[in-house]
């Protein structure tokens, strides 16, 4: 809106909220593009029956952009519900994972949502299936859990490093920051830079606790979503994933070459009773 005024873009103070005060101080409906399609089905074949896609509070369809290490990338219409391991391995989706190579990790929903690895992507820590929707996806919280988010749905196999796909979104993050709040100008930077140089051989064991540190300083702390975009895939990936972050560190000249690989990031979780105990 910002923009649209001639003014720089900027994100705004609210309340008052767009539906109050928008473009030129008038109410302004901000919807994207996909939640406004949604409505021709809804009117045409009534909320009742388009309820009846999906599963639970998740109802309708939602297009997933799939990309990454599958043999199929493209954008999919699919019907809320389906499970993720169906919609990665199955000919009508994503035809499972290209090269013959196996899966590491998935950004479900996103740059912006938390990372995820193989065992905890296709199943919950209850061991149920983990389904394409936004209840299932968010199980467990952040703890165990990630987001359907936008349905940018990056598939990564044991080839990809962590790290570097970490910096990178980091980086993007960090450019696309607008600077008005000082958490998210200055955080992205740091992060953008303490990731840069754990890639690059020259990290420290403190690193990964400060890259934790400076995310907490950002989420929750900024005028827009923003500085929680960038903070979330970065604290996800330390949590999930923290011994490839160790391993550059203590392995900074090999990790310029080669990459951590698969490691344990696809074995069966344990049960919760062995978890309790």
């Not at 043999?71 to 989706?93: C, M, N, Q, T």
């Not at 690895?117 to 199980?139: C, G, W």
């Not at 990964?208 to 923003?226: A, H, Q, R």
């Not at 979780?269 to 309790?276: D, H, I, Q, S």
Request: with cysteine; charged share 20%.
């Amino acid at each position: 809106l910002e923009s649209l005024e001639g003014k720089r873009g900027n994100p705004r103070i609210k309340p008052p909220f767009p539906a109050i005060a928008g473009l030129y101080g008038c109410p302004t409906v901000v919807n994207n593009v996909e939640s406004i399609a949604a409505v021709v089905p809804i009117i045409n074949e009534g909320g009742d029956e388009y309820a009846k896609l999906g599963i639970g509070r998740s109802t309708g369809t939602k297009l997933i952009s799939a990309s990454g290490n599958i043999k199929k990338p493209g954008v999919y219409e699919i019907d809320l519900g389906v499970p993720v391991e169906e919609f990665i391995y199955s000919d009508e989706y994503c035809g499972g994972i290209a090269n013959g190579k196996r899966l590491k990790a998935v950004v479900a929903g996103g740059s912006s949502v938390p990372i995820l690895p193989a065992n905890l992507i296709l199943k919950t820590v209850n061991n149920e299936a983990r389904l394409m929707s936004y209840e299932s996806l968010s199980d467990g919280g952040f703890a165990t859990g990630t987001m359907l988010g936008s349905g940018g749905f990056v598939v990564l196999d044991e080839d990809q490093c962590i790290v570097r796909n970490t910096w990178n979104f980091s980086r993007f993050y960090h450019h696309e920051s607008c600077g008005q709040c000082s958490p998210c100008r200055e955080g992205t930077g740091w992060m953008e830079k303490v990731l840069h140089r754990l890639e690059y051989g020259h990290g420290k064991m403190s690193d990964m606790d400060l890259l934790v540190d400076v995310s907490k300083k950002i989420e929750g702390n900024t005028i827009c979503p923003l500085g929680d975009a960038a903070a979330w895939p970065v604290a996800s990936a330390i949590r999930h994933f923290r011994d490839e972050f160790e391993w550059h560190v203590t392995n900074g000249q090999e990790a310029i070459t080669r990459n951590y690989g698969l490691a344990h990031y696809a074995d069966p979780l344990p049960k919760l009773e062995t978890v309790a105990s």
